[in-house]
C-alpha cells in the first residue's frame, strides 16, 4: 500500500474497496506556497450550509473556490451552474472527496457534509496535507472527534470549527467582561434551543434512493441501510445514525457559547440528558425535547431543547412564530450570575447584560467575519491566529454527544419519580417547566413517560467513558473503507 497513490486507489474495484480502508494510506505531505500567493478551496457538500462556504470563501480577497463536491448530482449540476452565472468561471466538480485531496493546487477543503462525514473528511484532508473548515459538529461521536484534533496536530494543519459566534466582537467583549467579575460570580450557564421542528412523517417502506445520488459515499461511515424516512437530505439530522438531533444541530452554537463563557477547557467527568420526541409519531429518533446537565465545577451547564411551539394551538396557527422565551430569547446562552445574567442571542452581534431584575445594565455589539479569520490563520501558519481551533469545536461537539449517548441509554420514568429524584435545584425548576412546556402541548406524560438517562461518567484527560454501556457509544463501527483511523 505505500507505493499506492490516492488516485489510483479510489479507482481499485468495489471487492477491494470494501476490504481494504484508507486509514493504512500515508499520503505524503504537500508543501505550502507561499501566503501571498491565491488560496485555492474545494468545499465538500454543497446543499445548504456549503452554499454559505461557498458564498464566504468566494467573497475574500486573494481566496478562490476552485472545486464543489457533492454525491448528489443533481445538487452538484445545480450549485455548480449558480456558481458559474455568478462568477463567470466553472468550478470544478467531483462527487468523491478524495478524488481531489491529492491535487497540489487545493490548499483547503471547507466540509459542510452531514454530521457523520465531518471527522473522517477532516482526518482525509489533514492527511492530505490541506487545511480545514469544518462545520459544527465537528464530529458525530465523542472518540472520533479525538481523532480529528489529533490529526490536525499531526500534519500541522489549520482546522477551524463552524462555530461562527467565536469570531463575533461583541461576544468576545461580553465574555472577556463577564471573566472579569463584571457580573460578579457565575452560578449557571444555560444553553437554550427552542427551536420550531415539525414531524418529518413516517414511512411503511424504505424510500427509493435516486440514481443520482451515489448512496454508497453518502452514507459513507454509517451502515449502508434502507432509507426509512421520506427524505434524504436535511432529515437526516434526527436520526442518530447520521444526526445528532437538534442539541447537536443548532444547539451546538449555544452549548460552545456555555462552555466558552464559563472557562471549561475540558470535557465534565460526567453528564446525564433527559427527554423524548413528543406530540407526534414519526422516523425520527432524536429528542425534540430534552434537558441536559453537564456536572462542571463551579459552573455547571444546563442546557434545554424544545422543538415543539407554546401550545397545542400554534400547531395549526403560527408553530414558528410561537416558541417559549427566556429573557427574551428562544435561542441563547444566559450565564447567570450573582449580579444578573448576560443574555447572548442568536443574533451574534449583539449581546446584553441585565441585572436580578431584568434591567439592562450593559450592552455590546459588533461582528466579525469567520471565514476571513480562518485565511487569516492559514497565511500566518499560527493555531493562537484562530477563534475557533478544531480543539475547541471537539469540546462542543462532545458535550453535545455526552448528553445523548444519556439520552439513549435510558428507558422511560414516570414524572413524579424523576420528581422525587432530582436534587439540583435548577434541574427541578428545569423539569417543571419542561412538563408544563408539554402539558400546553397536550402531551400525556403519563402514557409517554420522558426517557431518563443513565449519567455518563468519562475521564477528561483520555476523553473516554467508564461505563462499560456508555463505552460501547464511546465511538461507531465504520463501514469500510469509510473508517476513521485508529492512528491519525
Same mark, same amino acid.
Given at each position: ?9 479510489? /479507482? ?17 505531505? #504537500? ?40 454525491? &448528489? ?10 456558481? !458559474? ?12 472527496? *478524495? ?6 493546487d487545493i490548499d483547503v477543503v471547507s466540509i459542510a457534509s452531514p454530521n457523520h462525514l465531518h471527522a473522517l473528511q477532516t482526518v482525509w484532508s489533514c492527511q492530505a496535507g490541506k487545511d480545514v473548515y469544518c462545520e459544527k459538529p465537528t464530529s458525530h461521536n465523542v472518540w472520533e472527534g479525538g481523532q480529528a484534533v489529533k490529526a490536525a496536530r499531526k500534519y500541522e494543519r489549520i482546522v477551524q470549527a463552524g462555530t461562527q459566534s467565536r469570531s463575533s466582537e461583541a461576544i468576545q467583549q461580553a465574555i472577556a467582561w463577564l471573566q472579569g467579575g463584571g457580573l460578579g460570580e457565575m452560578k449557571l450557564a444555560r444553553g437554550l434551543c427552542w427551536k420550531p421542528r ?25 451502515? &449502508? ?5 421520506? @427524505? ?19 444547539? #451546538? ?16 467527568? *460526567? ?54 422565551? %427566556? ?10 450570575? !450573582? ?16 441585572? @436580578?431584575?431584568?434591567? =439592562? ?13 480562518? #485565511? &487569516? ?6 493555531? =493562537? ?6 480543539? !475547541? ?8 454527544? %455526552? ?35 408539554? &402539558? ?20 477528561? =484527560?483520555? !476523553? ?7 463505552? @460501547?457509544? /464511546? ?14
Amino acid at each position: 500500500m505505500a507505493s499506492i497513490t490516492r488516485r489510483q486507489f479510489v /479507482h481499485v474495484s468495489a471487492a477491494t474497496a470494501a476490504a481494504t480502508t484508507l486509514t493504512s494510506f500515508r499520503p505524503a505531505r #504537500i508543501p505550502r506556497r507561499s501566503p501571498s500567493e491565491e488560496i485555492r478551496v474545494a468545499v465538500a457538500g454543497v446543499r445548504g450550509r456549503g452554499g454559505n462556504h461557498i458564498g464566504g470563501f468566494e467573497a475574500l480577497d486573494g481566496v478562490r473556490v476552485v472545486a464543489l463536491c457533492d454525491p &448528489d448530482a443533481k445538487v452538484l449540476a445545480n450549485r455548480a451552474g449558480d456558481f !458559474e452565472k455568478k462568477h463567470g468561471r466553472k468550478p470544478d466538480t467531483a462527487k468523491d472527496l *478524495r478524488t481531489l485531496l491529492d491535487r497540489e493546487d487545493i490548499d483547503v477543503v471547507s466540509i459542510a457534509s452531514p454530521n457523520h462525514l465531518h471527522a473522517l473528511q477532516t482526518v482525509w484532508s489533514c492527511q492530505a496535507g490541506k487545511d480545514v473548515y469544518c462545520e459544527k459538529p465537528t464530529s458525530h461521536n465523542v472518540w472520533e472527534g479525538g481523532q480529528a484534533v489529533k490529526a490536525a496536530r499531526k500534519y500541522e494543519r489549520i482546522v477551524q470549527a463552524g462555530t461562527q459566534s467565536r469570531s463575533s466582537e461583541a461576544i468576545q467583549q461580553a465574555i472577556a467582561w463577564l471573566q472579569g467579575g463584571g457580573l460578579g460570580e457565575m452560578k449557571l450557564a444555560r444553553g437554550l434551543c427552542w427551536k420550531p421542528r415539525q414531524s418529518i412523517g413516517k414511512v411503511k417502506a424504505a424510500t427509493p434512493i435516486p440514481d443520482h445520488i451515489d448512496y454508497d459515499l453518502w452514507c459513507g461511515p454509517a451502515a &449502508d441501510a434502507p432509507l426509512m424516512r421520506a @427524505k434524504l437530505h436535511y432529515d437526516w439530522h434526527w436520526q442518530f445514525i447520521t444526526g445528532n438531533g437538534d442539541l447537536g444541530n443548532q444547539g #451546538i452554537h449555544q452549548m460552545d457559547i456555555c462552555r466558552w463563557a464559563v472557562g471549561a477547557d475540558k470535557l465534565p467527568a *460526567r453528564a446525564v440528558s433527559l427527554g423524548g420526541r413528543f406530540g407526534y409519531d414519526d422516523d425520527g429518533d432524536t429528542a425534540n425535547t430534552q434537558l441536559a446537565w453537564f456536572d462542571y465545577a463551579p459552573v455547571p451547564i444546563l442546557f434545554e431543547v424544545r422543538g415543539l411551539p407554546r401550545d397545542k394551538a400554534a400547531q395549526s396557527k403560527n408553530w414558528g412564530g410561537s416558541m417559549d422565551r %427566556m429573557h427574551g430569547q428562544n435561542i441563547a446562552a444566559l450565564i447567570e450570575c !450573582e449580579g444578573g445574567t448576560l443574555v447572548l442571542g442568536p443574533n451574534y452581534g449583539n449581546v446584553k447584560a441585565v441585572d @436580578k431584575n431584568g434591567k =439592562e445594565i450593559k450592552k455590546w455589539s459588533g461582528g466579525g467575519n469567520h471565514f476571513a479569520n480562518f #485565511i &487569516d490563520a492559514v497565511k500566518s501558519r499560527k493555531r =493562537e491566529d484562530q477563534n475557533a481551533d478544531i480543539v !475547541e469545536g471537539h469540546l462542543s461537539s462532545a458535550l453535545c454527544h %455526552m448528553a445523548n449517548d444519556s439520552y439513549k441509554l435510558g428507558s422511560g420514568v414516570p414524572v413524579e419519580a424523576i420528581r422525587e429524584a432530582i436534587e439540583i435545584e435548577a434541574g427541578a425548576d428545569a423539569f417543571e417547566r419542561f412538563c408544563t412546556h408539554l &402539558d400546553a402541548n397536550e402531551v400525556d406524560l403519563a402514557k409517554t413517560p420522558p426517557k431518563v438517562g443513565t449519567w455518563v461518567n468519562l475521564d477528561p =484527560e483520555t !476523553e473516554t467513558y467508564t461505563d462499560e454501556a456508555a463505552k @460501547k457509544l /464511546h465511538r461507531r463501527v465504520d463501514r469500510a473503507p469509510y473508517v476513521v483511523p485508529e492512528t491519525v
